[in-house]
């Protein structure tokens, strides 16, 4: 299987005009373009090779939500794939609890999901078992693999320029997919420089890159990094 590269902009660029820019720099195979949801429409309609994702989805189908988007206008819209539980989102109050009832929203729609965990510093500081114990909990409240990518992304790790040891986020995919046997992406502070280190794993399916994914260069080459990874 090759390796995948999911380029989640986060709240960037600021204008649409920036944004169908970007996403025509990034349009390649094996790449999941994640804007957001203003701008969703309009990098669809430039995309000829990447798929395109969503940041973040609720878990009813309509109803009185305000500020809210549903798993079904995200698949109207032609959305393929959609992060759910970002360490940025549960930061600002989702619990495991929400983010499964998301989880099963949005694959119920069709939509597959790409589920981030990770532990934060203070786990890790207690050693690899905290990790495992703390990474096994965040699935337990997942009962559904279908359509599921796990992204493994280390709290410390994310928008730090820190990265986990490449053997340990291998480790820590294994210890994953020995749960949910589904694809395990890394995630934290990756870049041109170090994705090979984790791509070159056979545990680890692909990447999902934040910062470096809003600088075309940078992530065009990480996407030559993954397409000459022999998997
Ligand atoms: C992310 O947003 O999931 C992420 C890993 O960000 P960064 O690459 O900037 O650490």
Partial sequence: ???????????????????????????EKNVVIVPPFPFLKSVKNVLRNASLGAQDVFYEKEGAYTGEVSPVMLEKLGVAYVIVGHSERRRLGEDDAMI???????????????????????????GKRAVDVFIKKQLSYIKNKKNLIIAYEPVWAIGTGKNADPDD?????????????????????????????FLEKKEIAGLLVGGASIDPREFGKMVTIARHIRS
Avoid: F, H, Q
């Fill in 169 to 197: 986020a291998a480790r820590v995919a294994e210890v994953i997919r020995k749960k949910l046997p589904v694809p395990v992406l890394y995630g934290g502070s990756t870049n041109s420089r170090n994705a090979k280190s």
């Fill in 1 to 27: 299987m090759k390796k995948i590269i999911i380029a989640n902009w986060k709240m960037n660029p600021s204008t649409e005009g920036e944004a169908v820019k970007l996403a025509k720099a990034e349009d």
């Fill in 100 to 126: 499964a009832k998301k989880v099963r929203a949005a694959m119920d729609t069709g939509l597959k999901v790409i589920l981030c965990v990770g532990e934060p510093l203070n786990v890790r500081r207690k």
